[in-house]
């Protein structure tokens, strides 16, 4: 009896020895994932790039800038403002006239037009500048709290390098981030050309 009772103690201690290994296997296992994920060329561009701040669309639901903007799609950003006139109004017009261009070629490309004066940009004032450019299907614009705003700005890479310049919003960039999410693969163009060129563009990039 004595010795069945040893024997049992013994396969016990076995069984929770084996126990703790298979734990500290997974726990390696969890490691390694992580790291590989960290070296990934996606994964680091979307931490360092995409923060995945909540913004507003023009229907007045939140989204999430990367879980629900970018994540795992085509997509062609600009940013805007609703009273600016000698920008935002030619590249909308651009931006506009190259997804008719595109057809079908377009119709898995989700377009997005965020503005740079959110607090005066409410989802009201986004769908009537909708209205005016007969903005289409495919095509959403974002507003939002203006940190999160900025930070989406920075990270696309919109801002310019002289700060006096970056601070004079009549003087925006008037271009368009051009990316496949799941590739990892990103461009821009100026959409201050003409509709054919950023339609051109887009097909080089998103082809």
């Known amino acids: 009896m004595m010795f069945n009772i040893e024997k049992r103690n013994l396969f016990l201690r076995v069984g929770a020895g084996a126990a703790v290994a298979a734990f500290a296997g997974t726990k390696a296992i969890a490691a390694t994932s992580a790291v590989l994920q960290a070296q990934n060329p996606r994964e680091q561009l979307r931490q360092k790039r995409f923060p995945n701040v909540p913004l507003l669309t023009h229907t007045g639901k939140e989204v999430r800038f990367y879980d629900d ?31 008719q261009l595109l057809g079908d070629f377009a119709d898995d490309i989700h377009f997005y037009s965020i503005s740079l004066t959110p607090l005066e940009d409410d989802p009201a004032s986004l769908r009537n500048y909708m209205k005016d450019f007969q903005i289409g299907k495919n095509w959403t614009f ?13 990270g ?21 981030r051009i990316g496949n999410e799941r590739l990892g693969s990103w461009g821009h163009a100026s959409a201050m050309t003409t509709g054919k060129s950023v339609a051109r563009m887009i097909r080089f990039e998103l082809g």
């Open 69 to 99: 903007v970018l994540k795992d799609k085509k997509v062609v950003i600009n940013f805007m403002y609703t009273v600016c006139t000698n920008i935002c109004t030619p590249v909308t017009h651009n931006i506009r006239e190259a997804q």
């Open 142 to 154: 974002l507003t939002g709290k203006p940190e999160n705003v900025e930070r989406v700005r920075q």
């Open 156 to 176: 696309l890479g919109f801002a310019q390098k002289d700060a006096k310049q970056d601070a004079d919003i009549t003087n925006h960039a008037g271009m368009v």
